[in-house]
T-cell receptor
């Protein structure tokens, strides 16, 4: 089954600093990868997705992610953090073995300090 | 913008009771899903549903769980006899198609507390 691993359950950055959230995948076939964000007491919102087109994917709110097959990675970045970026971020892979259900990573909580 | 809605936002029940969680998927979507998130853990897939039947289910989705699309708009998750370990946030999602590249749109969730 396809799976993802998120390194770092908590990441803290200063406002204006680079955000880097790590995600590595395990897949026997070309994967479809997603990043979702969960703000407190809200549902999951799609930030961006990789579906085998361009390896650099741009999403909402200034986030982007680069698919690197050689590193089996799909890290999420943002050049300059805002206070409003504080949230839980989930990497997910679509699993063809379970009807394309999403397999989520454990999540990374992003804290942005002034 | 179309969105997935879920009711109630919070459900408190006694162990052994039946609960029904309700979802209204986006109207032109054909695939529906339930996921759950136990506090502090990752989001886990429960079941997918297409054309009025279960497409896939995880090992979590045992005989205590059932899903139904009782009419053209609602999609429900029933837990027959709740256990303490069923306490979690339950998310409904829908997608236009069931391919891997299609985005799943998530509802805001129902927080289920079993006492």
């Amino acid at each position: 089954a396809q799976s993802v691993t998120q390194l770092g359950s908590h990441v803290s950055v200063s406002e204006g600093a680079l955000v880097l959230l790590r995600c590595n995948y395990s897949s026997s076939v070309p994967p479809y990868l997603f990043w979702y964000v969960q703000y407190p007491n809200q549902g999951l919102q799609l930030l961006l997705k990789y579906t085998s087109a361009a390896t650099l994917v741009k999403g909402i709110n200034g986030f982007e992610a680069e698919f690197k097959k050689s590193e089996t990675s799909f890290h999420l970045t943002k050049p300059s953090a805002h206070m409003s970026d504080a949230a839980e971020y989930f990497c997910a892979v679509s699993d063809p073995g379970s009807g394309y259900a999403l397999n989520f990573g454990k999540g990374t909580s992003l804290l942005v300090t002034p | 913008e179309p969105e997935v809605t879920q009711t109630p936002s919070h459900q408190v029940t006694q162990m052994g009771q039946e609960v029904i969680l309700r979802c209204v998927p986006i109207s032109n979507h054909l695939y529906f899903y339930w996921y759950r998130q136990i506090l502090g853990q990752k989001v886990e897939f429960l079941v997918s549903f297409y054309n009025n039947e279960i497409s896939e289910k995880s090992e979590i989705f045992d005989d205590q769980f059932s899903v139904e699309r009782p009419d053209g708009s609602n999609f429900t998750l029933k837990i027959r006899s709740t256990k303490l370990e069923d306490s979690a946030m339950y998310f409904c999602a829908s997608s236009e198609l069931g391919t891997g590249r299609n985005e799943q749109f998530f509802g805001p969730g129902t927080r289920l507390t079993v006492l």
